[in-house]
C-alpha cells in the first residue's frame, strides 16, 4: 500500500517547549523520509530529511528519527519559537512501476504561543 | 539561481472548462512532479517528469495530464473541470528522479464555479 499517516493534525505549544510530530508508513521498502514547512500563504520547504540507512538525523533545533522495524519516524523541534508556526508534512518514497514518488502525510499545523 | 516558478498563480474558470498551468524548474533541474494540494487532504501526487517522459502516475482521472518540454518546463491540463478541482495545484522540481529533495514553485491557486 502506499500510505502516511501523520499525527497530530494541530499541535499548540507554548514558546520555548518542544514539540513532536509522528508518521507512519505502509511500504517497507521506503527509503527516503523528508520534513517539509509551509508557512501560510507560501510554499512548502524542506526542514530536513532521513535515509534508511541512517536512525537519526539533527539540524540545530530539529531532530528527525526513524524506527524502520515499526515503520515510523518522527519530527522534534525543540526551543520552539513563535517563527516555528506553520503546516509541517512528513513524506515518504514509495516505489511505483520501477520509478519512486513521495507520498505526503496531511499535514500538522502546529502553533507556538508567545 | 532562481526558484522554481509557476504561471499563472491564479485562475477562475467555470465547470467543463479546461486548463493549463505552466512550471519552470529550477536550472539544471530535470525532474518535474505535481501535487495537488487542498485543506485536509494534504499533497496529493499527481504525476512526474524526467526527460521528457512520465515516470511516475498519482491516482488522478485521466482528465489530468501532463507533458515536459526539451528544456525541463512541464505543463499540466485538466479538462472537463470540476467543482472538486478546486484546488493549490505546487509543481516541484528536483536534479533528477527518485527520492530526492524536492523545491516547490509558489503553486496555481484554481478556483472552479
Known amino acids: 500500500g502506499e500510505n502516511v499517516e501523520q499525527h497530530p493534525s494541530t499541535l499548540s505549544v507554548q514558546e520555548g517547549d518542544s514539540a513532536v510530530i509522528k508518521c507512519t508508513y505502509s511500504?517497507?521498502?521506503?527509503?527516503?523520509f523528508p520534513w517539509y514547512k509551509q508557512e501560510l500563504g507560501k510554499r512548502p520547504q524542506l526542514i530536513i530529511d532521513i535515509r534508511s540507512n541512517v536512525g537519526e538525523k539533527k539540524d540545530q533545533r530539529i531532530a528527525v528519527t526513524l524506527n524502520k522495524t515499526a515503520k515510523h519516524f518522527s519530527l522534534h523541534i525543540t526551543e520552539t519559537q513563535p517563527e516555528d508556526s506553520a503546516v509541517y508534512f512528513c513524506?515518504?518514497?514509495?516505489?511505483?512501476?520501477?520509478?519512486?514518488?513521495?507520498?505526503f502525510g496531511k499535514g500538522t499545523k502546529l502553533t507556538v504561543n508567545p | 539561481k532562481a526558484g522554481v516558478t509557476q504561471t499563472p498563480r491564479y485562475l477562475i474558470k467555470t465547470r467543463g472548462q479546461q486548463v493549463t498551468l505552466s512550471c519552470s524548474p529550477i536550472?539544471?533541474?530535470?525532474?518535474v512532479s505535481w501535487y495537488q494540494q487542498t485543506p485536509g487532504q494534504g499533497l496529493q501526487f499527481l504525476f512526474e517528469?524526467?526527460?521528457?517522459?512520465?515516470?511516475n502516475k498519482g491516482n488522478f482521472p485521466g482528465r489530468f495530464s501532463g507533458r515536459q518540454f526539451s528544456n525541463s518546463r512541464s505543463e499540466m491540463n485538466v479538462s472537463t473541470l470540476e467543482l472538486g478541482d478546486s484546488a493549490l495545484y505546487l509543481c516541484?522540481?528536483?536534479?533528477?528522479?527518485?527520492?530526492?529533495?524536492?523545491?516547490f514553485g509558489p503553486g496555481t491557486r484554481l478556483t472552479v464555479l
Open positions: 516541484a522540481s528536483s536534479w533528477s528522479w527518485g527520492p530526492n529533495e524536492q523545491f
Open positions: 517528469y524526467f526527460s521528457e517522459t512520465q515516470r
Open positions: 513524506a515518504a518514497s514509495i516505489r511505483q512501476g520501477g520509478s519512486e514518488k513521495l507520498v
Open positions: 536550472s539544471g533541474h530535470r525532474s
Open positions: 511500504d517497507s521498502a521506503s527509503n527516503y
